[in-house]
Every structure is written in C-alpha cells, then in structure tokens.
C-alpha cells in the first residue's frame, strides 16, 4: 500500500483524494502551513502555482527522496493569456530544480476535478497523463490512479510538462469562455 | 459558398477536401510547385512543415488578402523530442510574418485525419480548434467546417497556437509510443 500525502483541500485534492481511498490506499490531507509533517510516499502539491514556492521554502528537506506531484497550471489568471513560466520550460521543471532530492512527476493538470470524480467526461473514460523523469515514480502513481478506477498514461519525461501545461493553459481559456464546462475537457480517446 | 484551396494531397489534404465538398463549397486541390495559381478565398496549406517557407517563397503575392490555414505541427521528427519553431511562437506566428498581408489561422493541427473522415472519435464529435487574430476569416473557416459535419470551436487568438502546438505534438508523442490510436486523439468534451 502506497500512502498518499495530499498537501491542499480544494476541489482538486479532494479529487485526488477519493481516488486514492477508493484504490484502497491511506490518504493523509495536510494543510498548506508546515506544522503537520508529510508522511506518504508521494505528496501531491494540490495546491494553485503561486502557493508551490512556500511549501518549498518550508517542506523541502521533508520532501527529499519522496515522490512529488505539481498538478498546477501556472497561468496569469489576470490576463488569461499567457503562462507565468519560462516558455522553454514549466512549472514542474521549476519544482525539480527546486527539489532535485524529490522525484518530482507532473499530473492531473489536464483534469478537472469533475472528470476525476466521475471517472469519465462524455463517456470517455478520464485519463490522467503523466510525466517524469523517474520510470518508478511514474508506475507508482499510475498505480494508485489505476487502482482508483481511473486511466494513467505515461506522457514522457519530465520535458512534456511543457506540453501539459499548455493544455492544461487551452482547457481553461476555453472552459472560461464557456466552450466548454466543468465536466468536460479533452479526453484522450485511445 | 467559399472556394477552398488547398495545397497538398496527403491523408490531411484529403481529409479536409472531403469536409469542404461535403458542405457544399467548391475545392481545389493544387500541388506544392506554383505553376498552378490558387483561386479559393482559403487557402489551406496541407503540408508538413518544411515545406511551408518554399510556399511562401513562391506563392506570398497570391495569398495576399486570403485566409491562409496553417495545419502544420514543427516537430523535430529525428527525436519526437521537440519543436522546431521558438519556445514562445509557433509555426503559425512564424507565417503570419512572412505573409502579413493575409489573415492567417491555425487549424486541424490537433486532429488526425481519421477522425475528420470520421467526424468522432470515441463517441466524442470531432472538433477542429481554429485559432486566429481576424474574426471574420476564423467564422469563414468554422462555416466550411461545420457545413461539412465537423464541430469547430473558436480557440483564441493566434497566440493560442503555441498551446494548439503543443497538444499536436503531446499527441504525436503518444500515437507514436502507440499510447493512442490514429483513429483517437484528444477529444473536446464540451
């Protein structure tokens, strides 16, 4: 059994959360503030981009060695235009350099909480794209999505945040402007 | 009724060439060299992207004023590694340069030519995204599409096709890893 720290308790932790439990994994949920210590194997950063730099700052040494998943969308939420991230780059590859003791994956970026819920979005089963550059960090949280009843893919290394981001990026400009709902987004058809 | 040009007669070529015809608009199919003018008020260029400088060496002046459609998708296909156009561009910014006195969008750079002979993948409507900073020229080209039984949604400014190329080249990636089918793909889910 794999335990999953889930450092947040918006909408998309407590996605990330139920998928857990119901994979039969042990989930602890612990606030943004450094008091209560992480003890999972991945920790899950379920929490907006600008929050990501202060959990660093106060959990880093905490985090070495363990399994560290970005799930963020580091868009200029002003603008609705651009990303705050280097265009090169992503703010899963700022959070490797940040952490290079952690085994840093990105995740759950291309998913509304919704479609993690529901384990579909038009009746295509929802999948959640992964990558990393640790082939083991990857199987381990593609296991405990699978075991919750959900899809995983392996998106590729750590690089193709890039790409995941600027999906992540399209799916909400397109859900704010009402293209798209909360329950939709792209589902990937096999 | 809208004249489609479109130069190039690959699998895309031909798949948008059965979407125009089917709505009702009159298509030309021209070959790359440029002895044969373009008439169509869009001019689709279904070409891979090395090809597209040499179009625009000969063909620039006969654009003018046209909807040019750039479908391209710039990777580096020795590695599947990365983009051949700047982090922060596309290859449609790229085109917007070199013909500034056309209106050019990006679009069916995220659909396989499967799913446009298909008109769905996975039980999900196909969806071209059209990107663009000329409103009218994006309508026209979102007319032809759903005349011919296609969904089309409106995905932002040209800006956008950074992110639009970013999820052609996640899909490339996967399809080539065989993760997804080339009868699949990224469906949107409205």
Redesign the interface.
């Known amino acids: 059994m794999t335990t999953v720290s889930i450092i947040g308790n918006g909408n998309m932790g407590q996605a990330i959360a139920a998928i857990a439990t119901a994979g039969g994994h042990e989930v602890e949920i612990v606030g943004r503030d450094a008091s209560q210590p992480v003890t999972g194997d991945i920790v899950v950063l379920a929490v907006p981009y600008p929050a990501v730099a202060g959990i660093v700052a106060e959990r880093g040494a905490q985090l070495a060695g363990k399994t560290v998943v970005d799930i963020t969308n580091p868009l200029d939420f002003q603008t609705f235009?651009?990303l705050v991230v280097?265009?090169?780059a992503s703010a899963a590859h700022e959070l490797a350099e940040a952490l290079p003791a952690s085994k840093v994956l990105k995740a759950f970026n291309t998913n509304f909480a919704a479609t993690l819920h529901a384990k579909q979005?038009?009746?295509?089963p929802t999948t959640v794209?992964i990558a990393g550059d640790d082939a083991d960090a990857k199987q381990q949280l593609a296991d405990v999505v699978r075991a919750g009843g959900v899809q995983a893919?392996?998106?590729?290394?750590l690089?193709?945040a890039?790409?995941?981001e600027?999906?992540g990026?399209?799916q909400l400009?397109?859900a704010v402007?009402e293209?798209?709902?909360w329950t939709?987004?792209?589902?990937?058809?096999?």
């Open positions: 235009d651009s280097a265009p090169d979005l038009g009746g295509t794209l893919v392996d998106a590729g290394a690089s193709r890039r790409e995941l600027a999906v990026f399209l400009t397109l402007q293209k798209l709902g939709g987004g792209l589902a990937l058809v096999a």
